[in-house]
């Protein structure tokens, strides 16, 4: 229960709106043309897209413009979807044909799965996996560390903002589907995500603490629209594929416990790239100095909810858990490898 006083308390200014997105009042033209297809043609465009050679950009941007629609913020286009099932609908066959590209053969993993039939072995499996895949050490993160210039590192923590910025959401989106000590686990990392009932402990807050320090609240904006790289979405896009899809949330599960389990090597580097630069605003870093201490637990707990769990889970869905956890690290060394290549390409 929360004290009167403390409902709609800050002690920052919220004037802005957040998630930092601009308004939309309608689809983009590429969506529109889709949208304007029968199914027939849909489905042989789908294929066309599919089959193009910079399909990964165009899967990724479809996939973006379709999940702000999951969310409702203002960058979706308010549309009564009761009064349009047609277009609903078709939006679902999208999202779906591209969702099984993108996940079965953009992020085919290359890890195996392994022999398991309990509980017990999955979360042996997974403690060893979440510290020992390729994403954990990923080259990007050296770089950042060590090389990022200060104009490169300015433009990184937009991208950081802009990939965490409804993570709230994104766990909540998990909760339907769960139960026992899985549910008990993430309904508590919402809870932690939520500032434990307090605004300015809100996750989201100190993104916004980041935004006003380095200024930047028009400049996302426009760096949104006509500058963020399309690769810089994979992950959420990776994420979103499987909250937004019916009985995923147990890959969900798996999903994230593998990108907390990155967050405090990949924070890290982060800090210390910010530590060379001299960039020592708290209102900068406390993102990241905060869920340096916040998100082993998160990781662990997940491990715990997974092994606690009863009625023992059935082999499918400890299977999901596994699959999730591998989609995730496809995802993020997707993303990082192509963060590494744009970045060392536009050293300034
Ligand atoms: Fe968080
Ligand atoms: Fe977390």
New binding site residues.
């Given amino acids: 229960m929360l004290k009167q006083e403390t409902i709609g308390h800050s002690r920052f200014p919220h004037e802005q709106y957040w998630p930092p997105v601009n308004a939309a009042n309608e689809f983009s033209l590429t969506l529109n043309e889709l949208l304007a297809l029968n199914m027939g043609e849909l489905t042989d465009k789908l294929q066309e897209i599919i089959s193009a050679t910079h399909n990964e950009e165009l899967v990724n941007k479809y996939l973006a413009e379709i999940y702000s629609l999951y969310y409702g913020y203002k960058d979706a286009p308010r549309i009564d979807f009761w009064e349009k099932p047609e277009i609903f609908s078709r939006i679902e066959f999208i999202k779906l044909t591209l969702e099984d590209f993108f996940i079965n053969t953009l992020l085919k993993s290359r890890y195996e799965l392994p022999e398991i039939s309990s509980a017990a072995q999955v979360g042996d499996y997974l403690r060893f996996f979440v510290e020992h895949n390729y994403g954990v050490s990923h080259a990007f993160f050296d770089f950042v560390a060590d090389e990022m210039s200060e104009q490169q590192m300015k433009e990184f923590l937009l991208l950081e903002v802009i990939r965490n910025e409804i993570v709230d959401d994104e766990v909540a989106l998990m909760v339907p589907g769960l139960q026992y000590s899985m549910k008990q686990v993430v309904v508590s990392?919402l809870w932690?995500e939520c500032g434990n009932g307090a605004i300015d402990n809100f996750h989201t807050n100190w993104l916004r603490r980041l935004l006003t320090a380095h200024d930047e609240w028009s400049n996302i904006l426009t760096y949104r629209a006509e500058q963020k790289p399309w690769f810089a979405s994979i992950s959420s896009n990776s994420f979103n594929a499987v909250l937004t899809t019916r009985f995923k949330c147990h890959r969900a599960y798996g999903h994230f416990m593998t990108t907390?389990a990155w967050?405090a090597p990949h924070f890290k580097k982060i800090l210390q790239g910010m530590d060379r630069l001299g960039i020592t605003d708290q209102n900068v870093r406390v993102y990241f100095d905060a869920?340096m201490r916040?998100?082993p637990h998160?990781a662990e707990e997940m491990i715990e909810g997974l092994l606690k769990n009863t009625p023992e889970l059935a082999q499918v869905v400890l299977y999901d858990i596994i699959k999730g956890a591998h989609q995730a690290a496809m995802a993020g060394e997707m993303m990082y490898d192509k963060l590494l290549e744009y970045f060392r390409g536009n050293g300034h």
């Fill in positions: 990392n932690d907390e967050v869920h916040i998100d998160h």
